[in-house]
T-cell receptor, first 111, second 114 residues
Framework: KQEVTQIPAALSVPEGENLVLNCSFT??????LQWFRQDPGKGLTSLLL???SQREQTSGRLNASLDKSSGRSTLYIAASQPGDSATYLCAVLDSNYQLIWGAGTKLIIKP | DTGVSQNPRHKITKRGQNVTFRCDPISEHNRLYWYRQTLGQGPEFLTYFQNEAQLEKSRLLSDRFSAERPKGSFSTLEIQRTEQGDSAMYLC????????????FGPGTRLLVL
């Protein structure tokens, strides 16, 4: 059974710092991995999608990497801003074409 | 706004009552998904539709839950005889026909069962 874990559960850093969020999954048989952002009481916004054949994707200040063999992904946020404060979730599309989610990392960027 | 919309945004009900939620996907999207999310957790898959056909249902979807997508456009999720454990955020998402496409999420319906 695929399980997705995100560490840390919460993170608070000063504005301007670069930071890394971690996601691990137990079964490497995935079609893709996605990083989402969720603001309090809101739905989810897709940030980056990495296909299983890819190693990384970049969008603006965000860079996501995927190491399928080791079951790990990282989301790198450069020059963090208070507006980046949110919960970040990763999800893998498993062999049954279902999204399996981590519990998220709650990020607070202090001005 | 051409994104996924959900109504109502909030619902408070008493235990034992029935509730129905609606999801309007992005217009050209063939696939529609329902998820449930409790506080501090990631979403859990409930069911999904390809056009009007319901193709998969999670074991989480008990007999009290039913979902429809009668014309392959909007979808409804009904919960009968609600229980306090049904309290959660119910999220709807849609995607193009490919299973590996990005899913676009609505704002969710937050249900509180008293």
């Amino acid at each position: 059974k695929q399980e997705v874990t995100q560490i840390p559960a919460a993170l608070s850093v000063p504005e301007g710092e670069n930071l890394v969020l971690n996601c691990s999954f137990t079964d490497s048989a995935i079609y893709n991995l996605q990083w989402f952002r969720q603001d309090p009481g809101k739905g989810l916004t897709s940030l980056l999608l990495i296909q299983s054949s890819q190693r990384e994707q970049t969008s603006g200040r965000l860079n996501a990497s995927l190491d399928k063999s080791s079951g790990r992904s990282t989301l790198y946020i450069a020059a963090s801003q208070p507006g980046d404060s949110a919960t970040y979730l990763c999800a893998v599309l498993d062999s049954n074409y279902q999204l399996i989610w981590g519990a998220g990392t709650k990020l607070i960027i202090k001005p | 706004d051409t994104g996924v919309s959900q109504n109502p945004r909030h619902k408070i009900t008493k235990r034992g009552q029935n509730v129905t939620f609606r999801c309007d996907p992005i217009s050209e999207h063939n696939r529609l998904y329902w998820y449930r999310q409790t506080l501090g957790q990631g979403p859990e898959f409930l069911t999904y539709f390809q056009n009007e056909a319901q193709l998969e249902k999670s074991r989480l979807l008990s007999d009290r839950f039913s979902a429809e997508r009668p014309k392959g456009s909007f979808s409804t999720l009904e919960i009968q005889r609600t229980e306090q454990g049904d309290s959660a955020m119910y999220l709807c998402a849609s995607s193009l026909s490919s299973l590996s496409e990005t899913q676009y999420f609505g704002p969710g319906t937050r249900l509180l069962v008293l």
